[in-house]
């Protein structure tokens, strides 16, 4: 560890504190209908819309109805995504003439395969991608169906959060707002300004930014390669063990791949969506080709999930809770922070130097799987953020983390979406957690618990307790079938031991917590993989959003509750302390013997020489 990356990690810090509150006073006005500096070139565009639609902004939704608006718009939206990419063979804006996914023609993939997976993961804002990009969708499908779920997902993560936030601050009322005004103000105002502004820059940065067909440079010199035998339908050939016949190739020229990149990665860091334009994510020279567009990506991760925590104090007039809300999350993301920084810095002592003992430190630290032009430090920092925010993007390759610096992402997405979070799923689910640090502190002073006047009843905890079980149960049920049944789950993966288990909890992790990151090391364009993670990132997505959501409508109903002796404060250090607390004991109690198999196992025999 150095002072200069410690000074970096205190400035990316710094710099999301001194935009929370300008961000949160904006989004508040945004949400209030209240005037912006914005309103004379965007409200024009919102009453344009409504009339277009049929859309009465003033008329306002029952929870109930807020949830069915939601859902069809996401079923509507997805199979609007699956279809372009079953078609993108046949529709233009295609110079590679890539065929349409899951084109092979198999009964069995032609619906569970990669395009019911894709169209799951960015409908979701989870974007995990089984799948190469710049081999796989054309510039099509990049632009109309992945970057246009990236504005949408993440507008409807925001609405999401308004609608719990007002059912905070609302008193003996029915409605909770309008789901299709908020979805399109949030869009508006809150996201595609930003974008715009954030494209141009990361043009300016060397962001590519074109609809060219892709180049093709002569290598100096050929290169021999080792790759999986296919047949003429190209699936891959197996042995009898299953394990891919090898074929050796000789490669002489090299493929450059470009693109409408710069408007897709705004949005893909600004929305918390995460999915790269090209496999290698932010780690590409084409994505992400400065320290300066590098420090612009994390920046985007956090600014709006940390301005909602202000807009929270704003709305429920208590802006001394937002601001404990942001503690309790800023003391969870330097916790990561720390950790991984550490873990990466000092590397893996197998690697000590010729003259030190094996418990020596690794010189330079663990550089395996990161980029030379952001260094340890920014990739340490990058995985803690987008982990923290379920974004999914990176700079560096997790699977090549030490196991503690491994560890800390995958700890992170366990937390579930509690540390700033998603676009606006942070604030609902860290709102969750809330809600139970509450009812808990209630219980220790023997009376009903209450929340900024509001009090919190056993519907309200039951819903809470939902929320909190459905996350660990679909994670832990499919990752311990893949586990047992090595058709489905353990002949992907390219280690063993408790880092391929590591791999496995990853891929189910990510997709539940909506996050799309993953230990690169396994092999996920699977019917297996493809149909449980599709289905995981679904289940992650709305069977949270619907106990959210009741929650919400039930609060709105209520009386406010005047404060008294016994009444729990939410604005103070201790309510920050014991809503760590409370979100720490529910993840390490959920998932910690797993980790104690994974992560920390292995980092137990690596530091006794053992390595998989």
């Not at 009964?107 to 894709?118: E, L, W, Y």
Request: hydrophobic share 50%; with cysteine.
């Amino acid at each position: 560890m150095t002072a200069n990356g410690w000074l970096q990690i205190l400035f990316f810090f710094a710099l999301i504190l001194v935009v929370t509150k300008p961000l949160g006073v904006f989004m508040a006005h945004v949400f209030n209908r209240e005037k912006t500096f914005l309103d004379p070139v965007l409200r024009p565009v919102e009453r344009l819309i409504y009339k277009l639609t049929g859309v009465d902004e003033k008329r306002e939704m029952r929870w109930t109805e807020y949830a069915v608006a939601m859902l069809l718009f996401s079923a509507v939206s997805m199979l609007v995504l699956y279809l372009i990419q079953r078609l993108q063979g046949h529709l233009p804006f295609n110079p590679q003439h890539l065929a349409g996914v899951d084109s092979s023609g198999s009964s069995t993939g032609s619906f569970v395969g990669s395009a019911f997976n894709t169209a799951a993961s960015f409908t979701t804002n989870t974007n995990w991608q089984s799948y190469v990009p710049e081999t796989t969708m054309s510039y099509l499908t990049q632009m109309a169906g992945l970057a246009y779920h990236n504005f949408t997902s993440a507008a409807v993560g925001i609405a999401l959060a308004i609608a719990f936030i007002r059912g905070i601050a609302r008193r003996e009322m029915q409605t909770i707002g309008n789901f299709w005004v908020d979805t399109v103000r949030a869009m508006l105002w809150v996201l595609l300004p930003f974008c715009i502004v954030g494209a141009l820059l990361l043009v300016s940065q060397g962001v590519v930014q074109n609809l060219k067909p892709y180049d093709t440079a002569q290598l100096v010199e050929a290169q021999s390669v080792e790759v999986d035998k296919k047949d003429a339908d190209g699936n891959v050939i197996n042995k009898v063990d299953g394990q891919p016949v090898k074929e050796t190739q000789t490669i002489t020229t090299q493929t450059i791949a470009q693109g409408p990149v710069a408007s897709q990665e705004a949005i893909k860091m600004w929305g918390t969506n995460g999915g790269g334009f090209f496999n290698a994510n932010s780690a590409h020279p084409f994505e992400n080709p400065t320290p300066f567009s590098n420090l612009l990506q994390m920046f985007a991760i956090f600014a709006v999930s940390a301005g909602l925590t202000y807009t929270l104090g704003r709305l429920t007039g208590s802006q001394k809770h937002g601001w404990a809300v942001f503690a309790a999350m800023a003391a969870l993301f330097v916790g990561g922070v720390v950790v991984a920084y550490w873990a990466e810095a000092r590397g893996n002592p197998l690697l000590a130097g010729a003259n030190q003992t094996v418990s020596a430190t690794q010189s330079g630290g663990n550089m395996e799987g990161k980029e030379v032009r952001f260094g340890i430090a920014n990739s340490a920092l990058f995985a803690t953020a987008t982990t923290d925010a379920s974004c999914g993007a990176v700079n560096a390759m997790h699977d090549s983390f030490t196991p503690l610096g491994g560890l800390v992402p995958l700890a992170n997405i366990m937390l579930s979406e509690t540390i700033f979070g998603g676009v606006g799923a942070g604030m609902y689910g860290i709102l969750i957690y809330v809600v139970l640090a509450v009812f808990i502190a209630g219980l220790m002073v023997g009376r009903t618990p209450e929340y900024l006047g509001k009090k919190i009843e056993s519907y309200d905890v039951k819903m809470a307790m939902l929320v909190a079980l459905v996350f660990p149960l679909v994670i832990l049920t499919f990752t311990a079938i893949a586990i047992v049944e090595p058709n489905f789950g353990t002949s992907q993966l390219n280690n063993v031991g408790p880092h391929g288990l590591s791999e496995i909890l990853y891929a189910y992790t990510s997709g539940a917590g909506n996050n799309g990151s993953a230990f690169a090391g396994i092999s996920a364009n699977t019917y297996w993989y493809n149909t449980t993670i599709g289905i995981t990132m679904l289940v992650g997505r709305f069977f949270m959003i619907i106990p959210m959501l009741a929650i919400a409508g039930n609060l709105a109903r209520k009386k406010i509750v005047p404060p008294s002796l016994g009444t729990f404060p939410v604005t103070t250090p201790l309510f920050s302390t014991l809503l760590v607390s409370v979100i720490v004991i529910v993840g390490a109690l959920t998932f910690f013997p797993a980790l104690s198999l994974g992560p920390i196992v292995e980092h137990l025999l690596m530091n006794a020489g053992k390595t998989f």
